[in-house]
């Protein structure tokens, strides 16, 4: 797939962004009832100190972005990996409502377009507006990630690894039960068959999922075939640089 998920976070699949479909048709409905029109007369009868305008803007683009990461987090391998898209992502839907909202008020005659005239640009009403549009913004994402949907194939590789790499330090140093060691053997082969059934990630991602399986597999194959307790007399030396595969983020 394209590097651009590397920067931008998008759904992978229709149904994940059904939520997100909220958003425009939230500024539609309000359009619809003439919310624009009397949020601009309130807007004028009590202007909000721009330092408050600022601070909303800050506290919402921050939400924002947290809830961002709270729906997206498991269309990444990594946590580290999700921040950078999803930090883009927020700022550029931040815009977007921003310029929508906008727009609405200025088709509907309740806010005069200054683009062609900065001096004419009143900054408080700016401020204001740009704050509400973050403000519905959070709210949509709330939303989304209320309802949110999951990679749930991605998901199952990050378990099954979280699983085998609780476990196989015991199984290494022949402290295991069976039970365990059988356990982390099961783990370990259910890997690349889960690895198997994700869909869109990124090239980067891509080839730390297949080294992940790539190491389970030859793990499973180095630690098969022993009783746990003669597992430490007989593993090749490699069975150390595929823990660290494993375990590489």
């Not at 949020?39 to 961002?68: E, H």
């Not at 990461?69 to 999700?82: C, E, G, I, M, N």
């Not at 939303?143 to 990050?158: F, I, M």
Request: glycine share 4%.
């Amino acid at each position: 797939m394209s590097k651009s998920r590397e920067w931008v976070y998008w759904p992978a699949r229709l149904e994940y962004a059904a939520p997100w479909l909220i958003g425009p048709s939230l500024f539609i409905l309000l359009g619809a009832l003439g919310f624009s029109s009397r949020y601009i007369d309130t807007v004028s009868q009590t202007p909000r100190p721009v330092s408050k305008s600022i601070l909303f803007i800050v506290l919402g683009t921050a939400l924002s972005f947290i809830l961002l990461l709270t729906h997206a987090r498991t269309a990444y391998v990594t946590f580290r990996q999700s921040v950078r898209p999803v930090f883009f992502t927020t700022i550029l839907l931040s815009v977007a409502y921003g310029a929508l909202w906008s727009s609405l008020l200025v088709v509907n005659g309740s806010l005069a377009c200054a683009l062609c005239d900065a001096s004419q640009i009143d900054i408080p009403t700016t401020l204001h507006v740009s704050a509400t549009a973050v403000q519905i913004l959070a709210s949509v994402l709330l939303v989304s990630a209320l309802w949110k949907t999951e990679d749930l194939s991605l998901g199952k590789v990050q378990k099954l690894r979280d699983v085998a790499l609780a476990h196989l330090p015991k199984v290494v140093k022949g402290n295991a039960s069976q039970d365990e060691y059988q356990r982390v053997l099961e783990t370990l082969a259910a890997i690349p068959a889960a690895a198997g059934e994700i869909g869109l990630v990124t090239p980067r991602e891509q080839s730390l999922v297949a080294d992940w399986t790539s190491a389970a597999e030859e793990l499973a194959a180095d630690l098969g075939g022993w009783t746990p307790r003669e597992i430490p007399e007989n593993i090749p030396s490699r069975v150390a640089a595929n823990l660290l595969r494993l375990a590489r983020s």
